[in-house]
């Protein structure tokens, strides 16, 4: 996953040590570690519906997707969560008002280098606030209902596995 590193950062020695998730380096005591990132997504529900984001921006442009983002460093999943929907919806949720979900593993590619993530399903209430959408990132929003929901339109597997399994838990 990263080997589109050709040579060692600390030395400039040329670097073919690696394995799934870590390279080192054969000159210098050098070892990188490309762990897996942190993310969450937010089901914000109203009655039967499910809120989705379109996406803006590659990967998966014009795609569904739930509100979210990667985790910031020294942040827990459940500020991450509030701080996605306030920066991406203008929306501010309590912390305690996020309930966990489930997680799903994913890959993520970004200008060519692949991220694996695990992503962090929480479930929230809308509060009927007005949304403020941030447009670089999000086209639009879509509230679909549970029943109208075709997985085929989300962008990512994990979300995909995500909603699927929302939908069933209710059922
Ligand atoms: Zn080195």
Not at 1 to 12: D, E, Q, V, Y
Not at 79 to 99: A, H, K, Y
């Amino acid at each position: 996953m990263i080997k589109s590193f050709k040579f060692c950062p600390n030395c400039g020695h040329s670097i073919n040590n690696f394995d799934f998730r870590r390279m080192s380096c054969n000159n210098c005591d050098l070892v990188y570690y490309q762990n897996v990132a942190a993310a969450v997504a937010v089901i914000l529900k109203k009655e039967d519906k499910i809120l989705f984001t379109v996406r803006n921006k590659e990967p998966k442009k014009g795609m569904l997707d739930l509100a979210g983002g990667f985790i910031d460093p020294d942040e827990s999943a459940e500020r991450s969560c509030q701080r996605e929907l306030e920066e991406e919806l203008g929306v501010t949720i309590p912390l305690e008002d996020f309930n966990y979900f489930t997680s799903q593993p994913n890959n993520y590619e970004y200008k060519g280098i692949p991220y694996k993530t695990c992503d962090l399903a929480f479930v929230a209430d809308f509060p009927e606030k007005e949304i403020i959408l941030e447009k670089e990132e999000i086209a639009e929003i879509k509230w679909i209902s549970i029943n109208d929901i075709n997985l085929n339109d989300i962008g990512f597997d994990s979300l995909k596995r995500v909603v699927e399994m929302y939908i069933a838990s209710l059922k």
